[in-house]
């Protein structure tokens, strides 16, 4: 099991809005741009096959490329070629990551910048558990989110996963804003996290019409 220790000091950026990483969790990804073929090049020749995902900063038009504070490190764990020279590739959750310095523009085709572990220990321990989740409620309030937003799923695999695989799952693929997905990201522990992402749902439920009830 790695260790903070054991992580770089600088790594690969990878910004892409709304696009949510959590530590354990598989992110698959479409790599076609010059610059992000290059950076895979080089992840690929590295010794952990890290690449960071971060999401830039809203900011006025015009107003430049400034990305979050926080974003995830994921390593490079299955990738394929299609015949025109892009890649599909997956990567699974490694540890967050507090953005540091960036590498000078001009040194590599797409963004590098130091980064720090600390505070993120947790990331590189076993999976989490979450002992107040009720699970009837919440997989109530889950049905009622997806018929809200017209979204199907295997319900039988969704009732049968841990909580961790659950939370963070559902945190990735339900359809909120790059900003929503910020606050599940940057949430300190499982269950946080799901309290984030009921709040979220209520919220969807009440703008749809539906009345949410709030469970915490």
């Given at each position: 099991?790695?260790?903070?220790?054991?992580?770089?000091?600088?790594?690969?950026?990878?910004?892409?809005?709304?696009?949510?990483?959590?530590?354990?969790?598989?992110?698959?990804?479409?790599?076609?741009?010059?610059?992000?073929?290059?950076?895979?090049?080089?992840?690929?020749?590295?010794?952990?096959?890290?690449?960071?995902?971060?999401?830039?900063?809203?900011?006025?038009?015009?107003?430049?490329?400034?990305?979050?504070?926080?974003?995830?490190?994921?390593?490079?764990?299955?990738?394929?070629?299609?015949?025109?020279?892009?890649?599909?590739?997956?990567?699974?959750?490694?540890?967050?990551?507090?953005?540091?310095e960036e590498v000078l523009p001009g040194t590599f085709p797409y963004r590098r910048a130091k980064v720090q572990w600390d505070g993120f220990q947790r990331d590189l321990g076993p999976a989490e558990s979450d002992p107040l989740l009720d699970r009837e409620a919440f997989m109530d309030l889950l049905g009622r989110y997806f018929a809200a937003v017209s979204l199907s799923t295997e319900w039988s695999s969704?009732?049968?996963?841990?909580?961790?695989?659950?939370?963070?799952?559902?945190?990735?693929?339900?359809?909120?804003?790059?900003?929503?997905?910020?606050?599940?990201?940057?949430?300190?522990?499982?269950?946080?996290?799901?309290?984030?992402?009921?709040?979220?749902?209520?919220?969807?439920?009440?703008?749809?019409?539906?009345?949410?009830?709030?469970?915490?």
């Amino acid at each position: 099991m790695l260790k903070a220790t054991d992580l770089p000091d600088a790594i690969a950026l990878f910004p892409l809005p709304g696009a949510l990483l959590l530590p354990r969790a598989k992110l698959p990804l479409h790599i076609f741009e010059p610059r992000y073929l290059s950076m895979l090049e080089d992840c690929m020749a590295s010794r952990l096959r890290l690449i960071g995902m971060i999401q830039p900063r809203p900011t006025p038009a015009g107003g430049g490329d400034r990305l979050h504070a926080i974003g995830c490190a994921g390593r490079l764990t299955a990738f394929s070629e299609t015949e025109d020279g892009r890649y599909m590739i997956t990567l699974t959750g490694v540890s967050r990551f507090r953005l540091g310095e960036e590498v000078l523009p001009g040194t590599f085709p797409y963004r590098r910048a130091k980064v720090q572990w600390d505070g993120f220990q947790r990331d590189l321990g076993p999976a989490e558990s979450d002992p107040l989740l009720d699970r009837e409620a919440f997989m109530d309030l889950l049905g009622r989110y997806f018929a809200a937003v017209s979204l199907s799923t295997e319900w039988s695999s969704l009732k049968g996963a841990d909580d961790e695989l659950l939370v963070n799952a559902l945190s990735m693929l339900c359809p909120f804003q790059p900003e929503e997905r910020q606050a599940l990201l940057e949430a300190p522990s499982l269950a946080t996290r799901r309290e984030t992402l009921v709040t979220l749902m209520e919220f969807a439920l009440r703008a749809s019409g539906e009345n949410g009830e709030l469970m915490q």
